[in-house]
T-cell receptor, first 116, second 116 residues
Framework: AQSVAQPEDQVNVAEGNPLTVKCTYS??????LFWYVQYPNRGLQFLLK??????LVKGSYGFEAEFNKSQTSFHLKKPSALVSDSALYFCAVRVSSDSGNTPLVFGKGTRLSVIA | DTGVSQDPRHKITKRGQNVTFRCDPISEHNRLYWYRQTLGQGPEFLTYFQNEAQLEKSRLLSDRFSAERPKGSFSTLEIQRTEQGDSAMYLCASSLLGESSYNEQFFGPGTRLTVL
């Protein structure tokens, strides 16, 4: 079974400081990993994904994430946080397969608060 | 706006009533997904379609839940005999299945259901 853990319910960071939102996963097979962001009263927005290749993935709004197979982690990072980055962040995983029928499994989310 | 749209955005109903939600995916997307999101949780997969075929429905929460995508375009999610526990945000997403099966999903704004 697939699962995702986001160990922190809340992350607080000062504007201009680097931020990290943690994610670990469990799949039986090779993972496809995703990060989404949710702003109030809006749907989830795709940030970035890891499928294969370079372990460091760059995405929207200056975010990046590093795939670490040995630690089964896919932490989201940004070098310099903005107040506008404050939102709810979700990590998601699915196992790669030819059929593509496995569903996307989401973590519980981490609320990021960037303080001016 | 060419994104995923959902209607209505909010629905308040009394216990025991039937409700139906509509999702219009991005026009060229052949896959359509339904999720449920409760407070403090990540989206929970319910079902999905590839064109008009419903490929996975075992995750639907009970036999009171059903979904259709009759012409491979818009989809409806119906909940019969609603219960207070059905109160949640219902999210729709779409994606394009190409040569690979790992294209990201694009989410709509959701329909918030409140069952009194």
């Amino acid at each position: 079974a697939q699962s995702v853990a986001q160990p922190e319910d809340q992350v607080n960071v000062a504007e201009g400081n680097p931020l990290t939102v943690k994610c670990t996963y469990s799949v039986s097979g090779n993972p496809y990993l995703f990060w989404y962001v949710q702003y109030p009263n809006r749907g989830l927005q795709f940030l970035l994904k890891y499928i294969t290749g370079d372990n460091l993935v760059k995405g929207s709004y200056g975010f990046e994430a590093e795939f670490n197979k040995s630690q089964t982690s896919f932490h989201l990072k940004k070098p310099s946080a903005l107040v506008s980055d404050s939102a709810l962040y979700f990590c998601a995983v699915r196992v790669s397969s030819d059929s593509g029928n496995t569903p996307l499994v989401f973590g519980k989310g981490t609320r990021l608060s960037v303080i001016a | 706006d060419t994104g995923v749209s959902q209607d209505p955005r909010h629905k308040i109903t009394k216990r025991g009533q039937n409700v139906t939600f509509r999702c219009d995916p991005i026009s060229e997307h052949n896959r359509l997904y339904w999720y449920r999101q409760t407070l403090g949780q990540g989206p929970e997969f319910l079902t999905y379609f590839q064109n008009e075929a419903q490929l996975e429905k075992s995750r639907l929460l009970s036999d009171r839940f059903s979904a259709e995508r009759p012409k491979g375009s818009f989809s409806t999610l119906e909940i019969q005999r609603t219960e207070q526990g059905d109160s949640a945000m219902y999210l729709c997403a779409s994606s394009l299945l190409g040569e690979s099966s790992y294209n990201e999903q694009f989410f709509g704004p959701g329909t918030r259901l409140t069952v009194l």
